[in-house]
Nanobody
Framework: QVQLVESGGGLVQAGGSLRLSCAAS????????MGWFRQAPGKEREFVAT????????LYADSVKGRFTISRDSVKNTVYLQMSGLKPEDTAIYYC???????????????????WGQGTQVTVSS
């Protein structure tokens, strides 16, 4: 069964940094768009960042632009989210996602993403 497994979440003070990882098993996503989404308590899931299959194109939510960086290592079948300058409003469960439905594009819309991880909690204290 294909799995996406996130790791790297935790508790950090405001201004700190974390790096999230998302490792895929049972299937390679080296030709697929990968993304990160998050969901805070009482809020809907929202887009954070996405990267194209070759790493050549990225897209970020305005709220994280300049602070977060998405990257991927196709050999390791892993995508990363480097988060710096963290704020309390970044507190959420962060989900990794992969889309095998649309090739060659980066997408904010969660609907084309057909593989999802279980999420990792990120908590930023003030």
């Amino acid at each position: 069964q294909v799995q996406l497994v996130e790791s790297g979440g935790g508790l950090v003070q405001a201004g700190g940094s974390l790096r999230l990882s998302c490792a895929a098993s049972e299937r390679t996503f080296s030709r697929d768009t990968m993304g990160w989404f998050r969901q805070a308590p009482g809020k809907e899931r929202e887009f954070v960042a996405t990267v194209s299959w070759d790493g050549g194109s990225t897209l970020y939510a305005d709220s994280v632009k300049g602070r977060f960086t998405i990257s991927r290592d196709s050999v390791k079948n892993t995508v990363y989210l480097q988060m710096s300058g963290l704020k309390p409003e970044d507190t959420a469960i962060y989900y990794c996602a992969a889309s095998t439905r649309v090739a060659g594009v980066v997408m904010r819309d969660p609907r084309p993403y057909n593989y999802w991880g279980q999420g990792t909690q990120v908590t930023v204290s003030s």
